[in-house]
Structure formats: structure tokens, C-alpha cells
């Protein structure tokens, strides 16, 4: 429901209102796919130079953030604007990161399958970001790319069914 909110918010996306729903709908969007596998990986404990690059990585996109935030024209700036652009991309941050540390953890196509989406979903974001608020309408093209082939991903992990549970296991895995 919440995709094709977005998707028709995204045809008005010029109306204030509509841009606002299509920021909110993706947030809760991305939400959704975080708690979907949250429960898989809220035990994990990181070595120290996982957490430094983690955060490294965390602080470079955040600086980026902000970056492209000084890049939006005023026509497209209102009240809420900043609180959900920022809330967006600071979700999809998490998503990736969270992407990447379930792929880690369970390590079968599933995960591989959601790491991927949660990829094209940022790619797709990042794209369409260029195409409206820079106005390079070429751009409208990989961010279309890019979703489509995030939402066959994740249809892919949901449908596939789960793994036994014994693949999970660090002894077990294939290399």
C-alpha cells in the first residue's frame, strides 16, 4: 500500500503536499523492510574495526547528506521539507547498514536478495534526488532502473522460502 502511495504521490511530486507523502510513504517503506529482519541481527556484536568503519562510513554519508541538502533549490524547500529529507536518508542509511550486517550474519540468497534491494533502493533514491531537485531529467531512467529491479528483489525475498536454519552457522558456510 505504502509503494503505491508513493508511486502516485511521485506523479504530483511538484505539490508541496504530494512531495510530502512521497517522503513520508517511502520512510515508512523503508521502516517496514528494517523490521523485517531487525530480529535476525539485534544480537550481533561487531569487532572494534567493524564499528570504526562503520561509523566512518556513517559520518562520511551523513557529511554527503548535508551536501546535497545545500544543493536543493529554495522553489522546492517547505516547512516539513528538511525534517522528512533528512529522516529519508538518514532511514536509508540504516537500511543499507542493516542490509549489510543480515547478509553477514545469515549469508543464503535471501539475504543476498535483500541486501540487493536495499542497494537499488538508495541508488534508485539517489537518482531520482538528481533527476528532480538538480533537474537532470536523465537521470529519471536509473532511478526507474533501480527500482524496478529493488521491487523484483524483494519480491524474490519474500517468496523465497527460509533455509534451514543449520546454514546459518559460521562452520557451514560456503566460501
Known sequence: MS???CDISLVYYEIQVFN???FLARSLIFSLLIFIVFPKIRSVKFKFFELMLGIAVVAINIYLLFKLLAMVPEAFIYDYFYPVYLALTLLTILLVGVAFTYNNIVSNKRSFYFLLAALFLAFSDFNFFIAIYLDVPVFYYPDRFF???????LLLFWIK???????NNLEQREV
Open 3 to 5: 509503494y503505491l502511495l
Open 20 to 22: 510530502f507523502i512521497t
Open 147 to 153: 527500482h524496478i529491479l529493488a521491487l523484483g528483489l
Open 161 to 167: 522460502p527460509i533455509e534451514d536454519s543449520n546454514n
